[in-house]
């Protein structure tokens, strides 16, 4: 009975550490939540506002959802090794915009998923200096929540509430 025992709860130690989220994994599960709280904000502003910006030296809600997306590619492209994606018609519509935000999303995401999780302490040069791929993680996160913050002041300007918070 005593080995029974011993058994038991080595195997119940062992599946509660292998069950454990990695650094990887946290990010993934924010980083789908994250996309579906833009995409949720892009859809909000009406495609004749794409154009709105709240004063000369702000870049447009358009202009903001663009930038959005080139610092993804560019960080995943520099940092993660994935594949090229198409750019986009920066004149197309609200609806080409969203399908290329969601797709952005998607290649970060993709990309992160294909990376060993050994390989987020590794040393890489960045403009900034020299970083962990953790940090460039961390900074994909960071700069999408800078400016989706932007976002929900340019609703609120228009009138338009914001989508409910989801933070994880």
């Given at each position: ?40 904000i ?36 520099s ?48 403009f ?41």
């Amino acid at each position: 009975m005593k080995k029974l025992t011993i058994l038991i709860t080595l195997f119940c130690y062992s599946q509660s550490n292998a069950q454990e989220p990695t650094n990887k994994a946290v990010f993934l599960e924010k980083w789908e939540n994250s996309k579906e709280y833009l995409v949720a904000i892009a859809e909000l502003m009406p495609e004749n506002q794409y154009d709105y910006a709240p004063t000369p030296r702000q870049m447009t809600f358009k202009a903001q959802l663009l930038h959005i997306t080139k610092n993804m590619h560019w960080l995943a492209n520099s940092y993660f090794a994935a594949k090229k994606m198409d750019t986009i018609n920066e004149s197309g519509s609200k609806a080409e915009l969203i399908a290329y935000l969601n797709n952005s999303f998607n290649h970060v995401k993709q990309a992160v998923a294909a990376t060993n999780p050994t390989e987020l302490s590794q040393k890489v040069e960045f403009f900034a200096g020299q970083k962990i791929k953790l940090q460039i993680l961390n900074l994909l996160q960071d700069h999408v929540t800078h400016h989706r913050g932007q976002l929900i002041v340019y609703l609120n300007l228009n009138e338009i509430t914001p989508p409910k918070y989801t933070g994880w």
